[in-house]
């Protein structure tokens, strides 16, 4: 179990990577997908360990950041490139590497915490520079013009957010731009609103009754609060909807960037 888009908002049903599961949840499925039992192993590990163990398998899952997030993304980041070097956030197997290369005439960097992940994402980017560290304490300074980040956010807790945008900040070089895809909330009482209501308390509750936690929450990254934690880490906030995802009755963007600059 890992997140489904968490919080740039999830892309996937969070039960779909379950739903065709074999009736033996032990052997190995002929499509390449995890089986139940090893969701479940990894669901029982911590986040990084737990990464660690779905990474052969992850570009398989509907965890992996959807084509057409990164299509979509890479459309409207395009106007205010290109950029000079580029930097993945939680890169996992690489989904955002490879656009990142197209953005910017620079050096691209993935960074995670999960070896497994990154073992995979070097071997799809064989180019690309990647570094083993915690997103909440990044270890870099000024080196940036562009970072992203897609399908993470749902590991953060609302409390580890400053220190999370304090590390985007410092890697960036002033007028650097931090953007991530941020699809709107399901309303209230819809079926995807169940879903996501019923798997953040099923993880509430794994993690109130076992050890290490799993952090993965589908609903701590509201976009109120996470404009104001950006702009106190020193970034000036816009967002631009993603067309390509349609709009609301009442106009509102189903899925929009947000565009953090550093100032
Ligand atoms: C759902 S995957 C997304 C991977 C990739 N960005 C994508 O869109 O396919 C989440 C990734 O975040 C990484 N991650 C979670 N918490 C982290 C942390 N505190 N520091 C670094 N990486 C972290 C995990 O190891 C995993 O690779």
């Not at 949840?25 to 660690?52: F, I, K, M, N």
């Not at 999370?164 to 890697?171: E, W």
């Not at 936690?213 to 996470?226: K, S």
């Amino acid at each position: 179990m890992t997140s489904a888009h968490p919080t740039s908002g999830p892309t996937s049903d969070p039960a779909s990577a379950l739903t065709s599961e074999p009736a033996s949840g032990a052997a190995a499925r002929a499509d390449g997908r995890p089986t139940l039992r090893e969701l479940a192993v990894q669901a029982l590990s911590s986040v990084e360990h737990g990464y660690d163990l779905l990474a052969p398998k992850f570009d398989r899952t509907p965890f992996r950041t959807p084509e057409r997030f990164l299509t979509a993304t890479g459309e409207a980041l395009r106007a205010f490139g290109p950029f000079a070097a580029g930097l993945d956030v939680c890169c996992g197997t690489g989904a955002g590497l490879g656009l990142l290369a197209e953005l910017c005439e620079g050096p691209v960097t993935g960074v995670d915490f999960s070896a497994g992940m990154l073992a995979r994402a070097h071997a799809a980017h064989p180019r690309a520079r990647l570094v083993r560290a915690d997103a909440r304490a990044l270890p870099f300074r000024g080196e940036f013009a562009l970072a992203v980040s897609f399908g993470a956010f749902g590991h953060f807790l609302p409390a580890e957010r400053p220190a999370l945008f304090a590390g985007v900040h410092r890697a960036l070089a002033p007028g650097g731009l931090f953007a991530f895809p941020v699809p709107a909330p399901p309303r209230v009482g819809t079926p995807w609103w169940w879903a996501m209501a019923g798997f953040d308390a099923a993880m509430r509750v794994r993690n109130a009754l076992w050890r290490p936690p799993f952090v993965m929450y589908y609903r701590t990254f509201p976009l109120g609060p996470v404009r104001r934690d950006l702009t106190r880490a020193g970034f000036d906030v816009t967002t631009v909807p993603l067309a390509g995802f349609g709009f609301r009755p009442d106009g509102a963007p189903n899925c929009r960037l947000v565009l953090a600059r550093r100032v």
